[in-house]
């Protein structure tokens, strides 16, 4: 028994509900996007984003759900992260959200780079901060971003759980083999050149909805996951554990992407350095924004790439053939990383929605056990769905992405953790 008899407490009163929203913030360098979760359904209660912050026609676009309203927007001048977030807060709270509400539970950020440190979703802290900050160096576009979202928004609701939830823990699981780079060992180990691997959030959530779709646990399935979007990265995903992906050090190894090359021979930049008299800062900016689709053929839109090579746009058909190339090698380097793969499913903007790249994609794999049925690729849908034939010895599947939904399950999972 108790040694200390708890005071009464009249029946009649309701004791308050837990809290049962999370804030899901992912602040990029001028941007940030928001989403408020009510977890006890999964239902979406507001999201929005504010964009261009710094600039004097920054916008700010909010979505309330159905039942709130309207979507609002209006453009204007948002000086820095610390206005675009109280930006979002005044439009949360004409919604009844506010902020200040004891329903929030959490706040959850996205953090692009965790390195080797966080193989797991963290709660805030000193030590974390200063660790987010130490990864500087390798994502310097994204860490101090996310680091500045986060300080600001602890800034609103000091007494909060701010967590986060990092692009690269889903990938932590890769063995050496896998994540090591063969360069000299201690030079790589000095400067922490490694591997690291991005979108894990994306490939955490698809492959396990993956073998959901299955009607399998996901310890029971193989499944090579290809996230397309305008970045692009695809991972080997064994019994739910990331065995290999194809972004390395920084997001631009891999795949063809929207305006990244993806691999290249390292003596490219040499080479560039040597013979064509670039700078460093030039080559990073040629191979990380003017390359991929863009540098290929001038857009970086997919639809606007099926278009021109549906109208006989031979510049355009080459940058299509180039990036299905990249990709089919990578599904047969999984295939065989994996040894048996029970699915291989698409996701993101382009792998949700562009069934030309599904079905070149996958053309001439038969052999591998991987086709598509052209009337189910061709139909639209928007939930998770088999576009194999029956009795495919490989299921392709479309499985939408959710990354704000997974680091809210993420980190309110973390916070409902007993101690
Ligand atoms: P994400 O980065 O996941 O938002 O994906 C953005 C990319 O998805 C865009 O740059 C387009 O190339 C592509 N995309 C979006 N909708 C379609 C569509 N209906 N057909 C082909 N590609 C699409």
Same mark, same amino acid.
């Given at each position: ?5 708890? &005071? ?42 504010? $964009? ?9 676009? =909010? ?28 439009? %949360? ?19 692009? !780079? ?18 987010? $900050? ?9 860490? &101090? ?15 909060? &759980? ?39 959030? *994306? !490939? ?22 290809? !996230?397309?979007?305008?970045?692009? *990265? ?11 992906? *194809? ?7 891999? %795949? ?14 040499? =080479? ?95 052999? %591998? ?33 959710? $990354? ?16």
């Amino acid at each position: 028994m108790s040694p200390h008899p708890s &005071p009464a407490t009249p029946s009649d009163e309701p004791r308050p509900a837990p809290p049962s929203r999370v804030l899901v913030l992912n602040s990029g360098s001028s941007s940030v996007k928001y989403r408020l979760l009510e977890m006890s359904d999964g239902s979406r209660l507001a999201s929005g984003l504010v $964009e261009r912050i710094g600039e004097r026609t920054s916008l700010v676009r =909010h979505t309330p759900s159905a039942s709130r309203g309207e979507p609002r927007e209006r453009t204007g001048p948002v000086a820095d992260h610390e206005a675009a977030l109280k930006a979002m807060a005044e439009e %949360l709270d004409a919604d009844g959200l506010g902020l200040d509400s004891p329903a929030l539970a959490a706040i959850g950020h996205r953090v692009v !780079h965790g390195g080797m440190h966080f193989t797991e979703p963290t709660v805030v802290d000193e030590a974390v901060l200063a660790e987010i $900050e130490r990864l500087i160096p390798v994502a310097p576009l994204h860490n &101090p971003a996310n680091l500045t979202g986060i300080r600001t928004a602890t800034a609103l609701r000091p007494d909060l &759980p701010q967590v986060a939830v990092f692009d690269t823990s889903f990938h932590t699981t890769m063995p050496e083999s896998a994540a090591r780079y063969a360069i000299d060992v201690r030079t790589a180990d000095e400067h922490r050149v490694r591997r690291y691997g991005f979108h894990g959030t *994306s !490939h955490a959530y698809v492959s396990r909805e993956t073998a959901r779709l299955l009607g399998k646990a996901p310890e029971d399935v193989n499944v090579i996951v290809l !996230h397309l979007g305008n970045g692009a *990265s695809a991972s080997a995903v064994r019994g739910g554990r990331c065995v290999d992906t *194809s972004m390395g050090l920084t997001p631009l190894e891999g %795949l063809v992407m929207g305006t990244r090359s993806g691999d290249v021979d390292p003596a490219v930049i040499f =080479h560039l350095t040597r013979v064509g008299g670039m700078s460093v800062d030039e080559i990073d900016t040629l191979l990380n924004k003017k390359s991929g689709l863009v540098g290929l053929c001038g857009d970086n839109d997919m639809r606007e790439i099926r278009r021109r090579v549906d109208a006989g746009d031979e510049e355009a058909k080459l940058a299509f053939d180039i990036y299905i190339h990249r990709l089919k090698k990578y599904i047969g380097a999984y295939y065989a990383v994996l040894g048996r793969v029970d699915a291989v499913a698409f996701t993101a903007g382009v792998g949700e929605n562009a069934a030309p790249v599904r079905e070149a994609a996958v053309a001439g794999l038969a052999g %591998l056990g991987l086709e598509v049925d052209a009337g189910r690729n061709g139909a639209r849908g928007t939930g998770p769905r088999l576009i194999s034939p029956d009795g495919a010895r490989v299921a392709v599947a479309v499985v939408p992405t959710d $990354e704000e939904m997974e680091i809210a399950t993420q980190t309110y999972a973390l916070v409902r953790k007993p101690n």
